[in-house]
Structures are given as C-alpha cells and as structure tokens.
C-alpha cells in the first residue's frame, strides 16, 4: 500500500488511523461478531406523491425521498447516515419510527416487520424505538413542565412505572443527562438549546428503549455544545447499551460516534461500511467528494491535498436520472451508468481482496482514493 | 433507571479509532469536551427570573395584560355590563315595559336622565334592560360558534384527508351567504322574537370562520416536533389533541372570538333594526335604536343613548380582542 507510508510520515500531526499493512490485516482477520441485528431495513421506499387539483386529486407524481434503502443495525453499535440536505435521511428516520408510512420495503426489529404493524402492536414496539429529535426548541412542548415532558412517556405506557414511581424516575433521568433533578417543575423556555436537547434525550430514554433513532441531534447546537452532547450520548451507549441511528450531515461528528456509516445520495444509499472503511478506503465518488470536503487543521496536510468539487446542482427527487443518481455530477460517468443501476454491494475489483477497500458500494467503476489524508 | 443488564463490550471487535485518535477533521470540536456530564449543567439561562418560579405562555400573557390600560379599561367595562345584563335592578329599579304615553319623547328630567321614547318608555331603564339580550346574544352566539367552529375545524385540521376537504367546501359555502340577506331569509320565517333564534343563526353563519382559524393554527401545531415526539412514544390521537396541539391551537382561536364576540353584539342590533332579530316585547338596543331613527329629528336623545351603549360594547369587547392577541402574540413580544 503505498500511503501507508506517507500516513506515516504525518502522523505526528494527523492522530488519525495511520494504520500499517500488519493492522490492516489484524482487523480484518478479526471475527467480525455483530450478533443479530437488532434492526434490519430491507428495500425501504417512501415516494411522497405530488398532486393537482383541490377536490378531485390526481396523482401528477412522486417526490422519491427514499428509494430502496437496506442496512442493519446491531445491538450496542451506532450507524451514522451522512449525506447532503434533501437526500432522505430524516424521511428514513420517520420511517424507522413508522411516523411515516412506507411506500414498500420492510423494517425488522427483532425479525418483526414494524411498517405493517398498528394500534396496540405498535405501541409496544414504539417502546423500544425512540428517537431524539434535530431541533430542541421545537421538540419538547413549550406548555408542559419538564416533568410532564419526561413523564410522558410512563403515562401513555403506564406498565414501565407505576403511578407513585415516576416522579422519582424523572428526576433519575434529569440526573442521568446531567441536569439538576430539582428542575423538573420549570418550562422548556427556561433552558438553553444544550439542555433541551438533554430533556429530548431523557425523554427518549424514559422507556429504557434498546434502539434511539437521533435525527441530527446536534446540529442546532452551538460546537461546544455538541461535543457535550455527543458525549453524553456515548456515555449513555455504554451505559444502557443503546444502538443509535445517527443522522448528520457533520462527518467529523459521524466519524467521531459510529462504529458504522452509511452514506445517501438522492434517497438511495451510496456506500456503506465500517467508519475507517469509508473514511480512509472510500469507493464511492460522491463519498470521496463529501470527503474531501472536511476542513483539515493542519496547513501542511491541506497543502497537497486534493479537493473534488463536484459541479451542478443535486437533481430534483421527484425525477431522479436513470441509472446511477450520481452520474450527473460524477466525474467518471459512463453510459453504463445510466443504464444500470449499481448494486449496493462489494464491487468486483475489490471482491475477496483483504482491503478495507472491499466493502458496500454502489459504483460500477469503485476505486479507493485516499481524501482525508494528504495526497 | 433500572440498570443496564451486564454484558460484553460490543464493540471490542470494532476497529473504530479510539476518542484521541480521531481524523484531523475530528479535532476541533471534541477536544472541548469534559468527561463528566454534570459538570456541564449551564443553569438556568440568564434573563429568566431566578426566583423559581416558571411562568408559561398564559401567565407571560395575563402578566402583560395587566400592564395593559386598553385591557384594563375594556375588561372594567365589560364587567360592568356583564353585571347590569344579569342584574338590571342593580343601577336601573323602573320596568322597561312600563309606559307612559304621555310622556312620548319628553327630553331629560330629574329622574329619566336618558329623557323618554315615542312609547313613553323610559328610555334609561330601556338602555340598561337592553344589555341583557346584547350580552347574551354575544356571549351565546360566540360560545356556540367557538365550540362548534373550533371543534370542526380542529379535527379536519388534524386528520386531514376527505373530512377536512368536505368541511372546508361546506364553510365556503356558508361564508358565500350574505350576512344581512341570510338573516332576512331564515329569520323572517321565524315567529319567536326570543334571543334564540338569533343566536342560532349567528352561530350558523359565524362557525365557518372559528373553524378555518382552529384548523389553521391545528395543522401548524401538528406539524411541530413535540407532536411527533409524542406519537412516536406511542399517543394515541385524543393525547396528541387534548395534551399537544389543543393548549398550542388555541390562542388565535380565542383573539378571534373575543373579537367576533363584539361584531356578533353589533349583528344582533342590526338584525334587530332591519326587524328580523329580536321582537318586541324583548328589549335590545337594536329595536330601540330602530324605532328612534325614525324621529331622529324631533328627538335625538333616544337614537344616541342606545346607540352609544352600543357602541362602547362593540368597542370594548374588540380592543378587549385586540389586547389579548397583541399578549399572547410571540412575535410581538
């Protein structure tokens, strides 16, 4: 591999994954033990369809927000979606919480098909799916006490705790996120962003749930903020071994949380693997170019490396291009591309090879290209 | 919390870079970070009064209105005629209904300050007796088309769908009927010279706006990220309306009854002149004012003493409307 040595040569100053050939090895020999996946997403579509007419509505077409999206999820690991604004990532969060019904597709949780489920069925799986919402000044109830926010969730299911218990539960969990349990009786108002995103979490912990879908939780924070939150969120990982879908558009943020990415592009998924799998071994162009784009601290490692500035704008969902959604703005687009569309799967130059290059990806002519690190 | 069951490490197998030994991208921003969450609790945020006590919406909006004087002048009148509608006998001891011809259209005099009308009435008395079927007109007309508006409005506003489509082209249609006509047609086959009728069709035709409103600030309500957090913990639809959209909806809808309260009064007299509203032997400012308009000339005293009463209703119920919106109006503050 030959930026192996140059990763080398910076690593002084880039404390990245300067990963040898002999590590490289050690981690993919490692067995990869996921256990089961808690969540499975087969095919997901959700087509919002776009019509005319006030009484009478006809159907004029679709806006293809999520167009056959699959990964899983496994016990205690967290899964970060990047991706540019209007790729579908929140509309997969609302199908994950079935807030949205799906065109077609299935989610297993626990090898049960959640999109088909309703009434009381759905309100026991809901127990175990929470979610953690992007904006905190519009996510908790401005008329309601932080406590009525929190206890919430042990009224509409009132077996997790008895009536006499929940108030003390309450203040457990201001604890557990690191807010003064003496708080409960005051207005979201009377908090900053960072703390009402804490509120947001307890709430979604109140039910001891074992999957937390976070639709951009920090996004709407200031940057000190965010590195509180996040943190307190892995904590709380380690602590109730919670498994997180995690949305952001911030890569550093999704490196820094995920165990493993999954990267949109125009509501279908483009590459998906392992964090240093796509961070360092890219195959995927529009990941490379997402990558490439990350501010890198150091003016020497900035220096010589290369930026790719994909041209164009994103093309409207509601008439996606054939074949590749990428070809439009790829620099490598062939006609192959639009005629096909590429597989999310180990692209066959890389198939059996031991590289972290060979994961998910859904390029006819995938190659690695390091963009992180300098060239 | 119940604690967390023991298990392995699930990521002991991951080759996931450790905190420190993130990209350069990584840097910045986690480096800023404590370990120790408590440590970050920033307190309350300055600005809020630090005494404890929390104040929400309401009582922000009842602590503004206190301080306003056009609420505090137009909420001390609507008590005081709130007070004379139940209770006449209070500032007016004389029977509206009993007259004396012979005393037709006399001007004022110890005693009658308001002078006398064609009939010989007391046209004191009467003003003070008229508030009653004004109020309750009012106060009637608005309830029903406030409960009935917002109740309809706000479902179709929350399910959406057929129902919302059907009920919007059904108020159209009632907002199609000329108020004035409308009241000529239904009300002229009505006998009954009681408050009721009256009431009814200001109800009938006044709901239609009540529920556009309801279902306007519904759908907004709906849309907010609280609401779907709520069903995503599992509410069903009666939690989601009672405890979450209902307390944010209804805000526009109270401003805009407050105000209607006074234009529905206004109605009232204006049916009550053209002859289709109240009858006498009820008295209403409206029919008092229709029968001095015709001796306006000879005898302004009895047009302008009920037409004053009137007025200064209508008014203080709309600048009572006007205040409430401009509390309880966030854009505002």
Not at chain 1, 178 to 207: D, M, T
Not at chain 2, 35 to 57: C, I, N, T
Request: net charge negative; proline share 7%.
């Amino acid at each position: 591999m030959a930026e192996t040595a140059k990763n080398e040569e910076v690593s002084d100053v880039v404390p990245s994954t300067a990963e040898t050939t002999a590590e490289v090895e050690a981690v993919l020999d490692a067995p990869v033990d996921r256990g089961e996946p808690i969540l499975q997403v087969r095919n997901l579509v959700k087509h919002f369809p776009l019509t005319q007419g006030i009484l009478f509505k006809k159907q004029i077409g679709a806006v293809k927000a999520v167009d056959g999206v699959s990964f899983d999820l496994y016990k205690g690991e967290t899964l970060g979606i990047v991706g540019e604004s209007g790729c579908g990532k929140s509309t997969v969060a609302k199908l994950l919480m079935t807030l949205e019904t799906a065109t077609s597709g299935e989610v297993f949780y626990k090898g049960q098909d959640i999109t088909k489920l309703s009434g009381r069925a759905l309100k026991a799986v809901r127990r175990n799916i929470q979610m953690v919402f992007q904006d905190p000044y519009t996510s908790l109830n401005p008329r309601m006490t932080v406590g009525d926010i929190i206890g919430e969730p042990f009224d509409i299911h009132p077996e997790v705790a008895p009536k006499g218990d929940r108030r003390k539960r309450v203040q457990e969990l201001l604890d557990v996120v690191g807010l003064n349990p003496e708080y409960i009786n005051r207005y979201p108002h009377q908090f900053s962003g960072g703390q009402r995103q804490r509120i947001g979490i307890a709430r979604g912990l109140a039910l001891n749930p074992e999957v937390i879908i976070c639709d951009e939780p920090v996004s709407a924070l200031d940057v000190s903020v965010q590195a509180q939150v996040i943190n307190l969120m892995e904590k709380l990982q380690n602590e109730f071994e919670l498994s997180y879908v995690f949305i952001a558009h911030d890569l550093s943020i999704v490196r820094h949380i995920s165990d493993r990415v999954g990267v949109m592009y125009l509501g279908k998924m483009a590459e998906i693997g392992t964090d240093s799998e796509i961070y360092d071994h890219p195959t995927h162009p529009y990941t490379q170019a997402l990558l490439s784009a990350v501010p890198v601290p150091d003016p020497a490692a900035r220096e010589g490396r290369e930026r790719i500035i994909l041209t164009g704008d994103v093309p409207s969902p509601a008439n996606p291009p054939s074949g590749c959604r990428f070809r439009t703005r790829c620099w490598k687009a062939q006609d192959k591309c639009a005629e096909e569309v590429p597989l999310l799967a180990v692209p066959e130059v890389f198939a059996g090879k031991k590289t972290l290059a060979a994961h998910d990806s859904a390029c006819h002519f995938a190659e690695e290209r390091d963009v992180v690190h300098a060239a | 919390m119940p604690e967390p069951e023991p298990h392995g490490d699930p990521r002991a197998a991951d080759p996931r870079p450790a905190m420190d030994a993130i990209t350069p991208g990584d840097g910045g921003a986690m480096t800023l970070a404590t370990g120790d969450a408590r440590s970050l609790d920033e307190g309350p945020q300055p600005g809020v009064p630090g005494s404890g006590k929390s104040r929400s919406l309401w009582s922000d909006a009842w602590h503004d209105l206190r301080r306003n004087p056009v609420f505090v002048v137009s909420a001390l009148v609507i008590v005081f005629l709130v007070l004379i509608a139940i209770w006449p006998g209070l500032i007016a001891s004389g029977n509206p209904l009993q007259c004396d011809l012979a005393k037709a259209q006399e001007g004022s005099q110890p005693g009658h300050p308001f002078g006398y009308d064609t009939q010989g009435c007391d046209v004191y008395t009467r003003t003070v007796h008229g508030a009653r079927a004004s109020i309750a007109v009012g106060i009637c007309a608005t309830a029903g088309a406030t409960l009935l508006g917002s109740v309809l409005g706000g479902l179709a506003g929350f399910f959406g769908g057929w129902w919302d489509a059907l009920l919007s082209r059904i108020a159209d249609i009632f907002f199609g009927i000329p108020i004035i006509l409308g009241g000529l047609v239904f009300l002229s086959v009505v006998t009954s010279g009681s408050v009721w009728p009256v009431v009814g069709f200001i109800v009938l035709l006044g709901w239609p706006q009540i529920s556009r409103i309801a279902r306007g600030s519904v759908v907004t309500a709906k849309q907010n990220d609280y609401v779907q957090a709520a069903r995503a913990l599992g509410a069903g639809n009666k939690r989601m309306l009672l405890r979450h959209i209902a307390p944010n909806a209804v805000a526009p809808v109270i401003v805009v009854a407050t105000i209607a309260l006074g234009t529905y009064i206004a109605l009232e007299a204006t049916l009550s002149f053209v002859g289709v509203g109240l009858k006498p032997p009820t008295v209403s400012w409206g029919i008092d004012i229709s029968n001095a308009s015709v001796q306006i000339r000879n005898a302004p005293h009895m047009l302008l003493w009920p037409a004053g009463a009137l007025s200064i209703t209508v008014l203080a119920f709309i600048m009572l409307g006007d205040a409430v919106r401009d509390a309880l109006d966030p854009k505002l503050r």
